[in-house]
């Protein structure tokens, strides 16, 4: 009995449960996005919480796949534009240093439904010199996005 139950558990496990799995074929379609812009005031020691910056932003996107490529329609030009989301939202934090700042990055993509997804976009920049600390942000872009239909 035990046995079966390992078995059955590490099924679930190493096949997932799909539901949550994401492709850039789940974005074909028509989309309409509600984007909200936070801030992140300095306190001399950290970050503090992120506050509302701007009113919300609606935008719509659409995208096509062909040829095994996801591309997006550029709202300015109408032309289609190659992209993955799924490259691009990769949950991963990328770091740049320079002699003069430090700044952290990170994209992530999350599916709520076949019909919703939240992209977020996190910047973090410390500059070096504690003179201009004032300057130092760390802004936050979230689009929640519903399929139209």
Same mark, same amino acid.
């Given at each position: 009995m035990k046995k079966i139950f390992l078995v059955a558990f590490l099924g679930i496990i190493l096949s997932g449960c799909g539901e949550k799995r994401v492709s850039d074929e789940m974005f074909v379609g028509e989309w309409s996005c509600k984007v909200t812009y936070y801030a992140s005031d300095w306190s001399g020691n950290g970050f503090e919480e992120f506050k509302k910056k701007y009113n919300d932003e609606y935008v719509l996107m659409s995208f096509k796949y062909e040829n095994n490529s996801l591309y997006s329609k550029n709202l300015k030009t109408g032309h289609w534009d190659k992209e993955s989301l799924v490259e691009t939202y990769d949950n991963k934090t990328k770091q740049e240093e320079t002699d003069y700042f430090f700044s952290k990055k990170t994209r992530s993509l999350? @599916? #709520? *439904? /076949?019909? @919703?997804f939240i992209l977020t976009y996190v910047r973090e920049t410390i500059t070096k010199d504690i #003179?201009? *600390?004032? *300057? /130092?942000n760390k802004i936050k872009e979230e689009a929640n996005c519903t399929r139209m239909k």
């Open positions: 999350q @599916k #709520e *439904s /076949n019909d @919703k #003179e201009y *600390s004032s *300057s /130092n």
